[in-house]
């Protein structure tokens, strides 16, 4: 109990370093990056803008300041927990993200249970079957998984399923029948890559000896399988489903535009176009923020679930 | 006893579906004019509902915004929340406000509120600032509002159109606990960021009532997925629909696609500091190769007009030039000194000519169009290096260019004034061409201070003359708006002006 705390205390002080790493790495490249967020917001249409009025919203957005300046007042602003106001709506940035991680928190974790399905039911399935007409099928999914960029299968998913058979909505937030396509494409690629992961695992697994073990003490082929087999197996997966429910929550910008899901991802894509750094840099530390800390939680289970570890 | 209650089960079942349907299918037919609703699909979002500020356009495509003046069809400045208005002196202008208008709040409008509005618009938006030019505003009576100018600004009347100084309570405005009260045909029900929008009729309306009880607005960015949303019905009608897709649309009798000219001109910038195009005769040279048709059926699949001066034919004061190169290419080229090499490129002083252009990614469009130029200027021995930025005004002023594809609204209040001000005049530092020309910046003093339309107009065509003349831009092509509508809507119809979407007469019949 002792080494698990010490073990998520080392981890705190870790995450904490790569938020201010991260954050500060952000500031400057947005700084260093074509772009001024006074002309992109005046210009919004298309239509000429004044030297005079450009003036005032520099100053009045704090960009004519110098940049150490501006350093200096987002770190303060970052270790207040503030983040600042956004340059578009004018609101605490805190409150804008906040608005919007339930929406992406819920696609991801939706993506997540479709991966998680995935992963197991074809895992096992072909590494069951592992000669038969199954596997063929797993292989050719987890290809297509690995090749069809998400934005190509959302687009499928929306004209096969609402356009030609009308069974869900095309887009939006709402219902349950609005989650299903948005993480059928979240979850289904991913799935089908670790489902081959997870096959080569339980077959390599079948060839332990503590698997004859278990079938020379007479234990039934279910039981072998679910307490013994697959627990050795998962343990490797566990780490790409961490490592993807948090890419799922940082990168799932192509899906949110496609299935306008009001969600962070859909917004960072509107802030990185208008320049809006203070929600781009309040993005950064809060994605960084979950990343991490969805890391620390996969350790520490990893330790929970695997003894080998603890005793390492 | 099971088969009784499994039968007694499946008939609950069928009366329940029985039930559902019929109660479906009694609402459809009972939606008559008064109860009838509509959704539609708008790329943009608002990032709040305040009509001050970078989202008034919005504000105002939503049907719940009004301004003092508005533009009709012709792109004439008409009456709208003033009924009458007149100027007093050279930069004195008096209006008088329509009555019995209330705001969404049943408060009644008149020129205190009025005046109260259009103070906060120009203290919230730099662009309202620069429109109106305001000095002073005082309420000499009631409805009456005396505006004074800090300089002769005679489209301040079609600059009261522009949806930054949409008219308000400004009680209500900005405020997180209630909607904004404006005063047009419908008002705010619910708001839901970044994904609809739904007002509803307002009944005291001072106007013709809205024919539709509530519309949905569904904010979808992506192009395909605002076609698909219309295909699955979802939406009854989406706007900015992309070139590529129309096709689909048109072969479908269950759908109307609709196109208007729009205010918009796609163009090639000169610029006037590189060495090469300070030469006028080579930007004539360049210009007479650019194949506006080509372009307008290839790439805009035919819902363009070719441009021949910055301004839309559509308006009154638009001037154009076509066939300005009268002698071929080549004839231009050796007139100035050119010769060919044996590569067959045109060099002078043993330098070749090769010409730098920026293109953006933000309307692909530009990039095909630069392509197409790019090859019809290689076949005429040109080389030009083309390159993608990714903010194009700042590389205008940062980097070193020759010529570079630009989109610009030219005449968003339906007036040349604003546009002509900022783009063209010499001390202007929106000028990305930096084109100088002592009688345009005279003839564009001139234009600030006329108010007769006429003569306004003609002073609009001399200055176009000059800069058809000088051609510090090519103008390529002026693109269309595009909506499809389900079969059974009406009154949703594209306009010049990008933000008169949803008006009263909107309607939807369902069969």
């Keep these: ?299 520490i289970l990893y330790r929970l679930v695997d003894p080998r570890m603890r005793v390492q | 006893m099971r088969n009784k209650k499994q039968k007694w089960m499946l008939f609950l079942c069928a009366a329940m579906i029985g039930t559902l349907i019929l109660s479906g299918c009694s609402q459809e037919k009972g939606a008559d004019a008064e109860t009838a609703t509509a959704t539609v699909a708008f790329p943009w979002s608002p990032s709040s509902l305040d009509p001050h500020g970078s989202d008034s356009w919005e504000v105002m495509r939503s049907g719940t915004g009004e301004t003092l003046m508005k533009l009709d069809n012709e792109l004439n400045t008409v009456p709208w929340l003033a009924e009458e208005w007149k100027r007093e002196g050279a930069a004195t202008w008096i209006f008088q406000l329509e009555e019995n208008v209330t705001f969404h709040n049943g408060k009644s409008m008149d020129a205190a509120s009025v005046k109260a509005s259009l103070l906060r618009s120009i203290e919230k938006d730099a662009k309202a600032k620069d429109l109106l030019k305001i000095k002073a505003i005082e309420t000499p009576a009631k409805n009456q509002l005396k505006i004074e100018t800090t300089e002769p600004n005679a489209a301040l009347p079609a600059h009261l159109a522009d949806p930054s100084v949409i008219i308000g309570d400004v009680e209500t405005l900005g405020k997180e606990d209630t909607y904004p009260a404006l005063t047009g045909p419908f008002q705010i029900k619910q708001y839901q960021k970044d994904e609809s929008l739904v007002v509803k009729r307002y009944e005291p309306y001072w106007g013709e009532k809205a024919l539709l009880s509530e519309i949905t607005i569904q904010f979808i960015p992506e192009g395909n997925t605002r076609l698909m949303a219309l295909q699955s019905g979802d939406v009854d009608a989406a706007v900015d629909i992309p070139i590529d897709n129309i096709a689909v649309l048109e072969k479908n009798n269950q759908f109307q696609v609709m196109t208007a000219p729009s205010l918009r001109t796609h163009m090639m910038l000169f610029n006037f500091d590189s060495p090469l195009f300070k030469n006028k005769a080579l930007r004539a040279a360049v210009d007479a190769l650019i194949p506006r048709d080509e372009i307008v059926e290839s790439v805009m699949k035919g819902k363009a007009a070719a441009a021949i001066g910055p301004f839309p034919e559509l308006l009154p004061f638009s001037q154009g030039e076509e066939g300005k190169a009268a002698s071929s290419f080549a004839a231009l080229m050796k007139n100035e000194g050119w010769q060919k090499n044996e590569e067959a490129f045109w060099e002078k002083n043993g330098s070749m000519l090769e010409v730098n252009m920026l293109t953006f990614p933000q309307r692909p469009e530009l990039t095909v169009m630069a392509e197409i130029i790019q090859s019809r200027l290689l076949e005429n021995g040109v080389k030009l290096n083309l390159r993608q930025v990714e903010n194009i005004d700042e590389a205008l002023v940062k980097e070193k260019w020759d010529v570079a594809m630009y989109s610009m609204l030219t005449a968003h209040t339906g007036d040349p004034q604003y546009f002509l001000n900022l783009f063209y005049r010499s001390d202007s530092g929106s000028n990305p061409s930096h084109y100088a020309s002592p009688a345009l910046d005279g003839l564009i003093g001139q234009l600030n201070g006329t108010d007769n339309k006429d003569k306004r107009n003609e002073l609009a065509r001399d200055i176009q003359k000059i800069i058809n003349n000088d051609l510090p831009q090519s103008f390529i092509v002026h693109p269309e708006t595009v909506f499809a509508l389900k079969k059974g809507m009406t009154g949703f119809s594209p306009h010049p002006i990008e933000y008169y979407y949803i008006t009263a007469q909107m309607n939807m019949t369902r069969e």
């Excluded at chain 1, 967020?37 to 210009?43: D, G, I, T």
Aim: glycine share 8%; aromatic share 12%; charged share 10%.
């Design chain 1, 1 to 299: 109990m002792k080494n698990i705390v010490r073990f998520g205390f080392e981890r705190v002080v870790q995450l904490m370093l790569v938020v201010f790493f991260v954050s500060s790495l952000t500031f400057w490249l947005l700084r260093l990056a074509p772009g001024d967020p006074a002309y992109l917001l005046l210009s919004a249409h298309n239509i000429p803008v004044s030297n005079e009025a450009l003036t005032n919203l520099r100053e009045e957005l704090g960009l004519t300041d110098s940049l150490a300046s501006q350093y200096v007042n987002w770190l303060q602003d970052a270790f207040t927990w503030q983040w600042g106001t956004s340059y578009v709506s004018r609101e605490p940035v805190i409150n804008e993200l906040l608005h919007r991680l339930p929406a992406t928190l819920e696609l991801a974790g939706a993506g997540l249970l479709v991966m998680v399905l995935v992963t197991f039911l074809m895992g096992m399935a072909t590494a069951f079957y592992s000669s038969g007409w199954l596997n063929k099928i797993g292989r050719g999914a987890a290809l297509l998984g690995s090749s069809i960029p998400s934005f190509w299968l959302g687009f499928l998913l929306i004209y096969l399923c609402s356009v030609q058979l009308g069974w869900l909505p095309s887009m939006g937030r709402g219902t349950l029948a609005h989650l299903v396509l948005p993480a059928l494409t979240l979850g289904l690629g991913l799935g089908s890559v670790y489902a081959r992961v997870l096959r080569s695992n339980l077959l390599e697994a079948m060839d332990q000896p503590f698997v004859q073990a278990a079938k020379a003490r007479g234990l039934s082929k279910r039981r072998i399988l679910l307490f013994h087999i697959l627990k050795h197996a998962f343990l490797p997966v566990v780490t790409m489903i961490g490592t993807s429910f948090a890419f799922m929550i940082g990168g799932s910008m192509i899906i949110e535009s496609i299935f306008s899901w009001p969600g962070l991802g859909k917004y960072i894509i509107e802030a990185i176009n208008k320049r809006d750094y203070p929600v781009i840099q309040g993005y950064v530390v809060l994605t960084s923020f979950l990343f991490v800390l969805i890391h620390i939680v996969v350790d």
